[in-house]
């Protein structure tokens, strides 16, 4: 193994070695990692299909970026960002979706925690993305006190989380409708008593009620993924039913520190976007339209002809495009 590489590992290896030491030791050890570079792979890549970008009009509908996984505060987070304001002057954004795992190593303490300052505020509003953020929490926002992030929306409007689940119905100015729909898998994954079944009661119960064009429903575990972890069976069996039942397009989520579309399962599409501040090896299997890692995002636009998916690069190169509906 060259020393770079070695270094690398042994710096991974350290953070899970020491994950109850403090937040500033876990923030050195995302610098360290991020100067270290290095790149992951997607295991068994197939050639990516020819694609066009989409070129929409400014004025139909709306725009979101969504990203995953992203709070460091190191140098990776920050490159990503730069790549998302300018995919936004571009393309146009309206919103933005986060898949969860806001805040490493262990989330956030209070609605007060300078963490918000370092690794939000300065990431993103002070670099010019001022759009309202839709988060999900992670499990690493578990850490420390998960209703904290929850608090911090009535602290800075920017920051959208009502509660640990919740839904917002959102209305374009040419009448386009979409309504998002978050939920808190951390209780789900980890098999906390009665959430499953209340949870999954409950986006039965609003995806019923809604009137939008367009159900985004998104959390942080995956219930497909061709990346570490995997399919979820606890959240295939709390919520596919449910998601195709009501004939829900798209699931988004994060958690695989990638990028991923793959093949819609009884009429539901699912993507990963979890590559907004590291990166992990992936794999491309039969069920992958695209795969990428080296950290990355999604850009999504949502008008009356449905939803159109720009997978950017950690750079902001669009790597695939994809429409659903």
Known sequence: MQRRSFLKHTALATAGLFAATSVAFHEKLFALWSALGGSSEVKGAKAIPPFTPFNLPRQQGMRFLVIGDWGTGASGQARVANSMLQTATEYGCDYVISTGDNIYPKGVQSADDPQWERKFVKMYHDRGLTQPFFPTIGNHDYGFVPEAQVAYSKKNPQWRMPARYY???????????????????????????????????????????????????????????????????????????????????????????????????????????????????????????????????????????????HFHDADGVIRYAHRLG
Request: charge should be negative; include cysteine; glycine fraction near 12%.
């Open 167 to 309: 839904t917002q119905k959102l209305t374009a100015p040419d009448g386009t409708t979409a309504q998002l729909f978050s939920l808190d898998t951390q209780l789900v994954q980890t098999a906390a008593e009665g959430a499953a079944a209340e949870q999954s009661a409950w986006l039965d119960s609003e995806l019923g009620k809604s009137d939008a064009r367009w159900k985004i429903v998104f959390g942080h575990h995956m219930l497909y993924s061709n990346g570490i972890y995997g399919n979820l069976k606890r959240m295939r069996d709390a919520f596919e039913k449910v998601l195709v039942k009501h004939k829900v397009p798209i699931y988004l989520c994060g958690h695989d520190h990638d990028i991923q579309l793959l093949q819609p399962v009884d009429g539901v599409s699912y993507v990963v976007s979890g590559g907004g501040g590291g990166h992990r090896d992936t794999s491309w299997k039969a069920n992958t339209i695209y795969g990428a890692t080296n950290m990355g995002y999604v850009w999504m636009a949502i008008n009356s002809d449905g939803i159109h998916l």
